[in-house]
């Protein structure tokens, strides 16, 4: 457990990647898909308790026809790779707030 500062005016968000990276697509090993996992909670600073939790888990590429290949995603020093994962981010950062915080989604 992450031990936070103690504040009744604060709240912490607190994210754990349990899962990142690629794999092949089963009928087409010359094709990659990227995967990100992680676990967002919302934390009160009053007594470090959860208050919300968010569990995502995200994979690129749903079809081998438009994966990359495994040259392409590690290529100049693995850009493919590294924007994908942000991507994957954003996107699981964009639902946390939708469903924990009451963002309304754009």
Request: charged share 20%; aromatic share 14%.
């Amino acid at each position: 457990n992450t031990r936070y500062p103690t504040s009744s005016e604060s709240l912490y968000v607190d994210a754990k990647v349990y899962n990142w990276g690629y794999t092949y697509f089963p009928f087409d090993w010359t094709r990659f898909r990227v995967s990100y996992g992680v676990t967002i909670q919302l934390i009160d600073g009053a007594g470090g308790t959860v208050v919300g939790q968010y569990n995502c888990f995200k994979q690129s590429h749903p079809d081998a026809a438009e994966a990359p290949t495994l040259d392409q995603l590690l290529e100049n020093r693995s850009a493919l790779m590294n924007s994908t994962l942000e991507d994957l981010a954003k996107t699981c950062a964009t639902e946390f707030d939708v469903a924990v915080l009451g963002v309304p989604a754009v």
